[in-house]
């Protein structure tokens, strides 16, 4: 590796931070704390409201919600905590020439992975495990459209990455090495999206991007690939 520059890291990201593993899981419980919560006290604004867009609007409530809590979980457990900045979660210049072509070319394989796995759901007939279509907001509802585009688009992506990349996989590899770094991050990252059909495809993705921190040593990569992913599958899905 070439000598740091200034403003950067003296060693790669992922190798030196200062949380760890227990933070993870106190960052987890957290996470699932906060949802539970808006379950408890939202539900029931969700089982008695009247409007045919109703369950739609309640899981973009969910998914922004989701989103938040990532990045509350990791400021608190890592930034707050051990006092230190956002460079060290992976925010800084990458490394390498050819990173914005590795970018896309992640892109493009997770694309054909969730494509060839729904595939083969649906050659072998285990409708159970075929991924779900994207939730459509009302056609006349261009608030809730644009806020679906937004998070899809704009807030998971840095969110997501964040978390599982930027603060999970480095807890899990400090403690247990590389390779159960990226399946345990990857993991989490399928589970994060509550779908049978989902965890699969989304857990292969992971492993792409986490595979792409390493290579780049920085946030910004894979932000942009599941940037790219995102605005594809959104774009050939179901979005008018």
């Known amino acids: 590796m070439s000598p740091a520059q200034p403003g950067e890291p003296a060693a790669d990201t992922y190798s030196s931070v200062p949380w760890n593993a227990g933070d993870l899981v106190k960052a987890v419980l957290l996470i699932l704390a906060g949802l539970f919560l808006a379950v408890l006290l939202l539900g029931g ?110 807030i998971a992506p840095v969110a997501e990455e964040t978390f599982f990349r930027g603060f999970a996989f480095p807890a899990l590899r400090k403690r247990w090495g590389t390779p159960i770094g990226v399946a345990g991050s990857s993991l989490l990252f399928g589970l994060a999206h509550g779908e049978v059909g989902l965890f699969i495809p989304l857990s292969l993705l992971g492993v792409f991007l986490a595979l792409l921190y390493l290579s780049a040593d920085s946030l910004w990569a894979p932000i942009l690939s599941h940037f790219g992913f995102n605005a594809l599958a959104l774009g050939l899905g179901n979005w008018p």
């Open 45 to 154: 604004v969700r089982v008695f409201a009247a409007s045919p867009g109703d369950s739609i609007l309640w899981t973009l409530f969910l998914s922004a919600l989701l989103e938040g809590l990532l990045l509350a979980a990791v400021a608190r457990f890592a930034l707050w905590k051990h006092r230190v900045s956002w460079s060290a979660l992976g925010f800084h210049r990458p490394r390498g020439r050819r990173i914005l072509l590795v970018s896309l070319a992640t892109v493009v394989l997770g694309l054909l992975t969730t494509g060839l796995y729904s595939l083969l759901i649906r050659i072998l007939g285990l409708s159970a495990l075929q991924p779900p279509p994207l939730p459509s907001p009302p056609l006349d509802d261009i608030l809730a459209k644009s806020f679906f585009a937004l998070t899809v688009i704009g």
